[in-house]
Protein backbone atom coordinates (compact mmCIF):
# COMPACT_ATOMS: atom_id res chain seq x y z
CA UNK A 1 0.00 0.00 0.00
CA UNK A 2 1.25 3.69 -0.71
CA UNK A 3 2.16 5.51 2.05
CA UNK A 4 4.04 8.36 3.77
CA UNK A 5 6.35 9.10 7.29
CA UNK A 6 4.87 11.25 9.03
CA UNK A 7 6.61 12.78 12.28
CA UNK A 8 5.82 14.62 15.20
CA UNK A 9 9.06 16.06 16.82
CA UNK A 10 7.87 17.93 20.07
CA UNK A 11 10.19 19.36 23.21
CA UNK A 12 9.80 15.91 24.82
CA UNK A 13 8.42 13.40 22.61
CA UNK A 14 8.24 12.11 19.21
CA UNK A 15 4.96 10.92 17.74
CA UNK A 16 5.18 9.02 14.30
CA UNK A 17 2.94 7.31 11.95
CA UNK A 18 2.70 5.66 8.48
CA UNK A 19 -0.20 7.81 6.53
CA UNK A 20 -2.15 6.38 3.63
CA UNK A 21 -3.12 8.83 1.07
CA UNK A 22 -6.79 9.20 2.57
CA UNK A 23 -5.37 10.79 5.71
CA UNK A 24 -6.00 7.16 7.56
CA UNK A 25 -3.45 6.06 10.20
CA UNK A 26 -1.79 2.59 9.17
CA UNK A 27 1.02 2.45 11.91
CA UNK A 28 2.01 4.66 15.15
CA UNK A 29 4.62 4.96 17.17
CA UNK A 30 6.39 7.09 19.94
CA UNK A 31 9.81 7.92 21.43
CA UNK A 32 11.35 10.21 23.63
CA UNK A 33 13.32 13.20 22.17
CA UNK A 34 15.77 13.13 23.98
CA UNK A 35 16.76 16.52 24.35
CA UNK A 36 18.60 16.21 28.18
CA UNK A 37 21.26 14.39 25.68
CA UNK A 38 21.90 17.34 23.67
CA UNK A 39 20.84 18.64 20.34
CA UNK A 40 23.76 16.38 18.38
CA UNK A 41 21.63 13.59 19.90
CA UNK A 42 18.33 14.51 19.46
CA UNK A 43 19.27 15.09 15.55
CA UNK A 44 20.36 11.42 15.57
CA UNK A 45 16.97 10.39 17.22
CA UNK A 46 14.66 12.13 14.23
CA UNK A 47 17.28 10.48 11.60
CA UNK A 48 17.17 7.07 13.26
CA UNK A 49 13.11 6.96 14.20
CA UNK A 50 12.63 8.09 10.13
CA UNK A 51 14.99 5.38 8.84
CA UNK A 52 13.56 2.78 11.17
CA UNK A 53 9.83 4.19 9.99
CA UNK A 54 11.22 3.52 6.49
CA UNK A 55 12.14 -0.16 7.05
CA UNK A 56 9.07 -1.08 8.73
CA UNK A 57 7.14 0.52 5.85
CA UNK A 58 8.99 -1.74 3.12
CA UNK A 59 8.45 -4.63 5.88
CA UNK A 60 4.75 -4.16 6.40
CA UNK A 61 3.76 -2.91 2.72
CA UNK A 62 6.28 -4.46 0.66
CA UNK A 63 6.78 -0.91 -1.16
CA UNK A 64 9.20 2.29 0.15
CA UNK A 65 7.67 5.04 1.62
CA UNK A 66 6.84 7.68 -1.42
CA UNK A 67 7.94 10.98 0.61
CA UNK A 68 8.44 12.14 4.76
CA UNK A 69 6.85 14.84 6.66
CA UNK A 70 8.44 15.84 9.31
CA UNK A 71 6.87 18.84 12.07
CA UNK A 72 9.52 20.61 14.42
CA UNK A 73 8.82 23.72 17.22
CA UNK A 74 10.52 26.99 16.89
CA UNK A 75 10.85 29.32 13.67
CA UNK A 76 11.27 27.49 10.41
CA UNK A 77 12.20 28.38 6.78
CA UNK A 78 9.83 25.60 5.14
CA UNK A 79 10.55 26.41 1.60
CA UNK A 80 14.30 25.84 2.48
CA UNK A 81 13.50 23.52 4.72
CA UNK A 82 15.76 24.95 7.54
CA UNK A 83 15.08 24.49 10.99
CA UNK A 84 15.97 27.74 12.29
CA UNK A 85 15.92 28.14 15.80
CA UNK A 86 14.06 26.19 18.77
CA UNK A 87 14.79 27.32 22.27
CA UNK A 88 13.62 24.03 23.38
CA UNK A 89 15.89 21.60 21.38
CA UNK A 90 19.10 23.85 21.06
CA UNK A 91 19.43 23.75 17.45
CA UNK A 92 20.05 27.09 14.77
CA UNK A 93 20.10 26.89 11.03
CA UNK A 94 19.62 22.82 11.14
CA UNK A 95 19.36 21.66 7.55
CA UNK A 96 16.52 19.32 8.34
CA UNK A 97 15.32 18.12 5.19
CA UNK A 98 18.28 17.90 3.64
CA UNK A 99 19.46 15.25 6.47
CA UNK A 100 16.50 13.35 6.74
CA UNK A 101 16.45 13.38 2.71
CA UNK A 102 19.87 11.89 2.13
CA UNK A 103 19.48 9.48 5.21
CA UNK A 104 16.21 8.03 3.58
CA UNK A 105 17.97 7.60 0.41
CA UNK A 106 16.62 10.59 -1.59
CA UNK A 107 12.95 10.60 -0.22
CA UNK A 108 11.32 14.15 -1.11
CA UNK A 109 10.70 15.60 2.79
CA UNK A 110 8.28 18.44 3.42
CA UNK A 111 9.45 20.09 6.67
CA UNK A 112 6.72 22.28 8.85
CA UNK A 113 5.67 23.91 11.68
CA UNK A 114 4.20 21.99 14.27
CA UNK A 115 1.28 23.61 14.92
CA UNK A 116 0.84 25.08 11.58
CA UNK A 117 0.66 21.40 10.40
CA UNK A 118 -1.44 20.33 13.78
CA UNK A 119 -3.74 23.19 12.09
CA UNK A 120 -4.08 21.89 8.45
CA UNK A 121 -4.79 18.34 9.89
CA UNK A 122 -7.48 19.78 12.27
CA UNK A 123 -8.81 21.57 9.06
CA UNK A 124 -8.20 18.33 6.83
CA UNK A 125 -9.20 15.50 8.67
CA UNK A 126 -10.46 16.98 11.64
CA UNK A 127 -12.70 19.41 13.68
CA UNK A 128 -12.36 21.80 10.75
CA UNK A 129 -13.51 18.90 7.49
CA UNK A 130 -14.85 20.28 4.91
CA UNK A 131 -14.44 24.61 6.53
CA UNK A 132 -12.69 26.66 4.01
CA UNK A 133 -11.56 28.88 6.20
CA UNK A 134 -10.78 28.65 9.50
CA UNK A 135 -8.34 29.48 12.65
CA UNK A 136 -7.08 27.25 14.51
CA UNK A 137 -6.03 28.30 18.07
CA UNK A 138 -3.66 25.96 20.89
CA UNK A 139 -3.94 26.69 24.52
CA UNK A 140 -0.66 25.19 25.54
CA UNK A 141 2.34 26.31 28.02
CA UNK A 142 1.80 29.71 25.59
CA UNK A 143 -0.83 30.04 22.66
CA UNK A 144 -0.50 29.56 19.02
CA UNK A 145 -2.20 29.59 16.11
CA UNK A 146 -2.77 28.20 12.55
CA UNK A 147 -4.73 29.89 9.90
CA UNK A 148 -6.68 28.51 7.32
CA UNK A 149 -7.61 28.94 4.25
CA UNK A 150 -8.92 26.64 0.76
CA UNK A 151 -6.80 23.33 2.62
CA UNK A 152 -3.52 25.24 3.67
CA UNK A 153 -2.45 27.18 5.72
CA UNK A 154 -1.58 30.74 5.93
CA UNK A 155 2.42 31.41 6.92
CA UNK A 156 2.43 34.58 6.50
CA UNK A 157 5.75 35.87 4.57
CA UNK A 158 8.36 35.73 6.90
CA UNK A 159 6.61 32.51 8.52
CA UNK A 160 5.18 34.02 11.64
CA UNK A 161 1.49 33.89 10.19
CA UNK A 162 -1.00 33.19 13.20
CA UNK A 163 0.49 34.14 15.98
CA UNK A 164 -2.17 34.88 18.55
CA UNK A 165 -0.99 33.77 21.06
CA UNK A 166 1.00 37.33 20.63
CA UNK A 167 -1.70 39.78 20.52
CA UNK A 168 -2.44 42.31 23.27
CA UNK A 169 -5.55 42.13 24.76
CA UNK A 170 -4.64 43.95 27.99
CA UNK A 171 -2.38 46.83 27.41
CA UNK A 172 0.26 47.89 29.84
CA UNK A 173 -0.80 43.75 31.57
CA UNK A 174 2.04 41.01 32.50
CA UNK A 175 5.22 40.61 31.12
CA UNK A 176 5.24 38.18 28.17
CA UNK A 177 8.38 35.99 26.82
CA UNK A 178 8.03 38.23 23.64
CA UNK A 179 9.13 41.24 25.07
CA UNK A 180 5.81 43.08 25.00
CA UNK A 181 3.25 43.30 27.87
CA UNK A 182 -0.22 41.68 28.58
CA UNK A 183 -0.46 39.46 25.43
CA UNK A 184 -2.74 37.05 25.20
CA UNK A 185 -0.86 34.14 26.08
CA UNK A 186 0.07 35.51 29.51
CA UNK A 187 -3.72 35.64 30.19
CA UNK A 188 -5.44 32.54 28.35
CA UNK A 189 -2.86 30.11 27.88
CA UNK A 190 -2.90 26.97 30.24
CA UNK A 191 0.00 27.89 32.23
CA UNK A 192 -1.42 31.26 32.72
CA UNK A 193 -4.71 29.68 34.15
CA UNK A 194 -1.93 27.39 36.47
CA UNK A 195 -0.13 30.59 37.57
CA UNK A 196 -3.21 32.65 38.00
CA UNK A 197 -5.31 29.53 40.55
CA UNK A 198 -1.97 28.25 42.27
CA UNK A 199 -1.85 32.16 43.13
CA UNK A 200 -5.85 32.84 44.29
CA UNK A 201 -6.22 29.27 45.70
CA UNK A 202 -2.78 29.53 47.67
CA UNK A 203 -1.78 26.60 46.42
CA UNK A 204 1.55 26.28 44.42
CA UNK A 205 0.97 22.58 43.09
CA UNK A 206 -2.92 23.87 41.60
CA UNK A 207 -2.88 23.80 38.12
CA UNK A 208 -5.21 24.84 35.25
CA UNK A 209 -7.23 21.68 35.32
CA UNK A 210 -7.93 22.09 38.98
CA UNK A 211 -9.29 25.26 38.16
CA UNK A 212 -11.39 23.91 35.78
CA UNK A 213 -12.82 21.45 38.16
CA UNK A 214 -13.12 23.89 41.21
CA UNK A 215 -15.50 25.95 38.15
CA UNK A 216 -17.72 23.06 38.00
CA UNK A 217 -17.99 22.28 41.68
CA UNK A 218 -18.62 26.42 42.12
CA UNK A 219 -15.96 27.25 43.90
CA UNK A 220 -16.25 31.73 43.32
CA UNK A 221 -12.75 32.34 43.48
CA UNK A 222 -12.03 29.53 40.57
CA UNK A 223 -14.63 31.16 38.36
CA UNK A 224 -13.29 34.29 38.65
CA UNK A 225 -9.69 33.26 37.41
CA UNK A 226 -11.88 31.57 34.53
CA UNK A 227 -13.50 34.34 33.32
CA UNK A 228 -10.27 36.29 33.17
CA UNK A 229 -9.24 34.35 30.57
CA UNK A 230 -12.11 33.39 28.78
CA UNK A 231 -12.75 37.15 28.71
CA UNK A 232 -9.16 37.60 26.67
CA UNK A 233 -9.28 34.50 24.74
CA UNK A 234 -12.86 36.06 23.55
CA UNK A 235 -11.04 39.39 22.75
CA UNK A 236 -8.39 37.71 20.99
CA UNK A 237 -10.67 35.24 18.80
CA UNK A 238 -13.04 38.62 17.81
CA UNK A 239 -10.17 40.25 17.19
CA UNK A 240 -9.02 37.53 14.80
CA UNK A 241 -12.73 37.59 13.40
CA UNK A 242 -12.70 41.45 12.63
CA UNK A 243 -9.35 40.59 10.61
CA UNK A 244 -9.99 37.09 8.33
CA UNK A 245 -13.66 36.18 8.79
CA UNK A 246 -12.93 32.61 9.38
CA UNK A 247 -16.50 30.82 9.52
CA UNK A 248 -14.91 28.30 12.41
CA UNK A 249 -12.89 28.78 15.69
CA UNK A 250 -10.91 25.26 16.53
CA UNK A 251 -9.91 25.38 20.02
CA UNK A 252 -7.00 22.78 21.32
CA UNK A 253 -4.29 22.17 23.83
CA UNK A 254 -4.36 21.31 27.24
CA UNK A 255 -6.93 24.28 28.67
CA UNK A 256 -9.62 22.60 25.54
CA UNK A 257 -9.56 19.39 27.64
CA UNK A 258 -12.07 20.97 30.07
CA UNK A 259 -14.44 20.68 27.76
CA UNK A 260 -18.09 22.48 28.14
CA UNK A 261 -16.65 23.79 30.86
CA UNK A 262 -14.39 26.24 28.59
CA UNK A 263 -16.51 26.37 25.41
CA UNK A 264 -20.21 27.34 26.82
CA UNK A 265 -19.13 30.28 28.58
CA UNK A 266 -16.64 31.33 25.64
CA UNK A 267 -19.02 30.89 23.02
CA UNK A 268 -21.29 33.48 24.97
CA UNK A 269 -18.44 35.76 25.83
CA UNK A 270 -17.45 35.37 22.04
CA UNK A 271 -20.95 36.57 20.81
CA UNK A 272 -21.35 39.32 23.24
CA UNK A 273 -18.55 41.27 21.59
CA UNK A 274 -19.43 40.87 18.09
CA UNK A 275 -20.84 44.09 16.30
CA UNK A 276 -21.57 43.78 12.44
CA UNK A 277 -19.20 40.48 12.72
CA UNK A 278 -20.70 36.91 11.86
CA UNK A 279 -19.88 34.75 14.31
CA UNK A 280 -17.70 31.90 14.49
CA UNK A 281 -18.71 28.30 15.27
CA UNK A 282 -16.01 27.63 18.06
CA UNK A 283 -15.36 23.83 18.32
CA UNK A 284 -12.85 21.93 20.16
CA UNK A 285 -10.07 20.38 18.30
CA UNK A 286 -10.26 16.64 17.75
CA UNK A 287 -7.15 15.31 17.00
CA UNK A 288 -5.78 15.78 20.60
CA UNK A 289 -1.71 15.34 19.99
CA UNK A 290 -1.46 13.29 17.19
CA UNK A 291 -2.24 16.39 15.15
CA UNK A 292 0.92 17.99 13.88
CA UNK A 293 2.31 14.49 13.22
CA UNK A 294 -1.07 13.47 10.99
CA UNK A 295 -0.69 17.36 9.52
CA UNK A 296 3.10 16.40 8.28
CA UNK A 297 2.16 13.35 6.96
CA UNK A 298 -0.42 15.83 4.96
CA UNK A 299 2.35 18.00 4.05
CA UNK A 300 4.30 14.96 2.47
CA UNK A 301 1.31 13.77 0.51
CA UNK A 302 1.05 17.69 -0.75
CA UNK A 303 4.40 17.37 -1.89
CA UNK A 304 3.73 14.61 -3.99
CA UNK A 305 0.83 16.03 -5.50
CA UNK A 306 3.03 19.00 -6.40
CA UNK A 307 5.47 17.02 -8.24
CA UNK A 308 2.97 15.25 -10.18
CA UNK A 309 1.50 18.27 -11.53
CA UNK A 310 4.55 20.68 -12.12
ZN1 LIG B 1 3.95 38.05 23.63
Given at each position: MKHVIALDVGGTGMKAALLAQDGSV??????PTGREQGTDAVVAAILDFAADLADEGRARFGCAPLAAGVAVPGTIDEKNGIAVFSANLG???LPLRKLLGERLGGLPVA??????SGGLAEGRIGAGRGVDR????????????AIGIGGRIEAGAHGYGGEIGHVVVRPGGPACG????GCLETLAS???????????SGDPEADAAACAVAVEAGDERAAAVWQNAVDALADGIVLAQSLLDPSTVIVGGGLAEAGDTLFTPLRSAVSKRLTFQMPPQVVP????DTAASLGA??????LLSMEVTA
Open positions: LSEARRWRDLGHDVRFLFVALGTGIAGCGARASAVSRAWAAAAMLRGLLAWD
